[in-house]
């Protein structure tokens, strides 16, 4: 499902092909992201990054409602309360993420779903290869509506509400240098595995930096009030300074 990999002072946080590349986000994947979101949190020390990435076509197609549909026994109204049960199961992994000591870097090295396009927007940096790949929010097509957590994530995270209307009203698929221009991502690259040689880049560049974690997750909060309310993650005031 995942793995968790220490790499000098990088997390590498690898979504696998187990059970298929699209990384679709059911119970097991989630809880195997939270658990290695928990052990990277545990072992962080000054100046650690997690760097964020995806084997295979797809960074993640967003909630599995293969397995949804599978699980229910054929019953549509349980089919949709294990859609709800994924729903609340990964706002969790959107407050460990919002939350962690440390800078998070995406490299989106393929297409990025609805659920996934927020598993992705949930990092401090979200870098992307331009040759192959969408960033695409299907709830407007597929006929469901959006939970509040993802809208508040939205606005928090993207500026133009032009580039959010396109997004979430018109269900367009967005390429890397297109996403670029809408402030949707912070940067394209020519292929995945250049995306991934920045995003380690960064992270290399972030890491001499030895920032405190508690300051830089309680920054990182401050800094997303509306996302961080509807989380229920509340912020404090650290000073760790030599005065």
Known sequence: MCTLEKQGNIFFLTLTGDGGDEHRLNPTLISSIRSALSQAKSQ?????????VAQGKFFSNGFDLVWARSASGGCPSKAVDLLRH???????????????????????????????????????????????????????????????????????????????RDLLLRGMRVKAEEAVAKGLIDSAHDNGEKAVEAAVRLGEELTKRKWDGEIYAEIRKSLYPEICGVLGLTSKSVVKARL
């Not at 962080?44 to 964020?52: C, E, I, M, N």
């Not at 949930?122 to 959006?146: A, W």
């Open 44 to 52: 962080s020390t000054p100046g650690t990054v997690l760097v964020t």
């Open 86 to 164: 994924m729903v609340n199961l990964f706002k969790d992994v959107v407050a460990d993420l919002l939350s962690l000591p440390m800078p998070t870097i995406a490299a989106v090295t393929g297409h990025a779903a609805a659920a996934g396009l927020l598993l992705a927007m949930s990092h401090d940096y979200v870098l992307m290869r331009r040759d192959r790949g969408v960033l695409y929010m299907s709830e407007i097509d597929i006929g469901m509506t959006l939970p509040e957590y993802f809208t508040a994530l939205m606005r928090s995270k993207v500026a133009k509400p032009e580039s959010r």
